[in-house]
């Protein structure tokens, strides 16, 4: 059952995110940061949770993810060393993905051109 609640969790966020794309003049990254912010949104309000305990993979992989794990890292570097470790603590659970995804990308870029 999880696995068909990750495949409507994530086809919904995709759904919205074309509805947006269609009926807006928002670009693909308004859109990127819109998700973003609506996870850490969502992470603060404690709801977040609940949608990855029930969906599993269709919550962790998606752009919203990505503010939901920049709030809980931010949160817990509060708890351990106060206001400055928000600062501190912000892109702990996310300094790998980041990293990754920048080596990733020169090395994609070294094989292949982009379109004009």
Known sequence: MSIIY????????CMIAEIILNF???TPGHVTSLFSVMGAVLSFLGIYKF???KCNMGATVLISN????LYES????YLKSGIFGIFKGMFTN???V????????FI????FKSKD
Do not use: D, E, Q, V
């Not at 990750?6 to 966020?13: D, K, Q, V, Y």
């Not at 990505?66 to 794990?69: A, D, I, K, L």
């Open 108 to 111: 994609f870029a070294c094989f």
């Open 66 to 69: 990505f503010g939901n794990s």
């Open 24 to 26: 807006t003049k928002l």
């Open 74 to 77: 931010a949160f817990n570097g």
């Open 6 to 13: 990750s495949f409507l969790f994530a086809g919904i966020i």
């Open 51 to 53: 949608f990855i305990n």
């Open 94 to 96: 996310s300094s790998f």
């Open 98 to 105: 980041l990293s990754l995804t920048i080596i990733l990308s």
